[in-house]
């Protein structure tokens, strides 16, 4: 089964790579770059759920400011 892992937004992948460094290092995990194919799931699941919890936050103040991403 083919992979769709397209950014709709190319030019913020070294943004959203920032914030993942942030993240995994708010929950104490070092080094969390390059390849992960062996840290755990629960960790990988950690860091993954806490992105899509900051990233609905952002998209929801900016929802209530009024502000919309032109797409």
Do not use: H, W
């Not at 937004?9 to 070294?14: H, K, L, N, T």
């Not at 460094?21 to 950690?46: E, R």
């Not at 992105?51 to 009024?66: D, P, S, Y």
């Amino acid at each position: 089964m083919p992979r769709n892992n397209r950014k709709v937004v190319p030019q913020a992948a070294q943004a959203l790579d920032q914030l993942k460094q942030q993240i995994a290092s708010q929950l104490g995990i070092p080094n969390y770059q390059g390849y992960l194919g062996d840290v755990p799931s629960k960790v990988n699941g950690a860091v993954g759920g806490n992105i899509t919890r900051q990233l609905v936050a952002l998209a929801e103040q900016q929802l209530a400011g009024g502000t919309f991403p032109q797409g």
